[in-house]
Structures are given as C-alpha cells and as structure tokens.
C-alpha cells in the first residue's frame, strides 16, 4: 500500500526558510517527487529524489531518507510569488501517490 | 508550445450526461497518466498508459469511467452517466520513462456536474 503525509498549512515571513516534511509508505519506492501547485492551474515540477541526500536547485532543495520513509523540500529566500500549494509525491511502478499538499502561506 | 494540452479546458453538464475529455501528451514521452483532483487534496491517480497499453486503473474508478490512448499518442477520458460526485479537476500528465518519470502536467479539465 502507500501512504503520504504532509502538513496542510505553513505560514512564513517574506525572506525567510520554510522545510516542508513528507513522509511515506510505498511499497516498491522508486522514488520521491515535489511539484508546486498554484490555485487553479496544474502542478508544475519542483524536484526528483531517488537516492538520500540532498538535490539542490537555486532557492529550492529537496532531501531524501528512503530508510526513514522521509523527505523534505526546503524553501529559501522566500518570495511572495512562492505561496502556493506543495506536493509531495512518491513514484512506484510506474504510479505515483500523491500527499494533499501543504499550502504554503508567505506574509509580507 | 510543446507542453501537454488538454481540451476542453471547462466543462458543465447535466447529472446523466456522457462526457470525454481529450489530452495531447508531449510528443516524445511514452507514458501518460490521468488524475482527478478535488479542492484541498492532491491529484487521485486514475489510470495510465505506457504507448497504447493501459497499464493500471485505479480500484476506485468505477465502470463509468474509461479511458482510451489508440494510437500512443492522444488520450481521451470518457464517463458515462456523470454525477454530481464526479465534479472536479481531471489533470493529465505525461513522461518519459527513460527520465525518471518526471510527469509534465496539463493545465486540466475542469468538470462541473449540475
């Protein structure tokens, strides 16, 4: 079975860090997807884990635990344009298993 | 532009009515998928495809719902006898296996049954 868990709502300060954590149940894990979802359109690809460690890209990181079922996107320099939605999605067999998302709220 | 397209983008009908949703995947990806995502959650996996063949449906689906990709390359989602419970977002996407499966989203059909 899989499962995904994510928090529903984080609330930070323009310029600030926000880690969003996700954690999950996969059987055949292949690996871990972020995607970033503005209210009324699609997501859009943020970042893809399949090893742990941390992938870096610009104001965006993501890290992976496989042993731990752990994964968190970190969100840097916060800007007013990043309020939206984060997905957390794990990949197996082909399939992907999406969280609820965490709506991430930046305040001026 | 060579992203996913999906048409239409709105779609309001009866309780009782058929409707079908088309999708145009990026043209070299080899995989599409189909979601519903309702307000506040994220995308429910519906069904995908690897070329032509339908590789899994989700339990949840029921026989009203089928979805078809001829040719391997458009798909078109169909249901039948729509209901109120079937209002939502169905989100397309598609990938290339060979990279990781990074799925491109399509900007959705939104569904509203009356």
């Known amino acids: 079975g899989q499962n995904i868990d994510q928090p529903t709502e984080m609330t930070a300060t323009e310029g600030a860090i926000v880690q969003i954590n996700c954690t999950y149940q996969?059987?055949?894990?292949?690996?871990l997807f972020w995607y970033q979802q503005h209210a009324g359109e699609a997501p859009t690809f943020l970042s893809y884990?399949?090893?742990?460690g941390l992938e870096e890209k610009g104001r965006f990181s993501s890290f992976l635990s496989r042993s731990k079922g752990y994964s968190y996107l970190l969100l840097k320099e916060l800007q007013m344009k990043d309020s939206a939605s984060y997905l957390c999605a794990s990949h197996s067999w082909g399939k992907f298993q999406f969280g609820a998302g965490t709506q991430v709220v930046v305040t001026p | 532009d060579t992203g996913v397209s999906q048409d239409p983008r709105h779609k309001i009908t009866k309780r009782g009515q058929n409707v079908t949703f088309r999708c145009d995947p990026i043209s070299e990806h080899n995989r599409l998928y189909w979601y519903r995502q309702t307000l506040g959650q994220g995308p429910e996996f519906l069904t995908y495809f690897q070329n032509e063949a339908q590789l899994e449906k989700s339990r949840l689906l029921s026989d009203r719902f089928s979805a078809e990709r001829p040719k391997g390359s458009f798909s078109t989602l169909e249901i039948q006898r729509t209901e109120q419970g079937d209002s939502a977002m169905y989100l397309c996407a598609s990938s290339l296996e060979q990279s990781a499966d990074t799925q491109y989203f399509g900007p959705g059909t939104r569904l509203t049954v009356l």
């Open positions: 884990n399949v090893l742990d």
């Open positions: 996969t059987s055949g894990f292949n690996g």
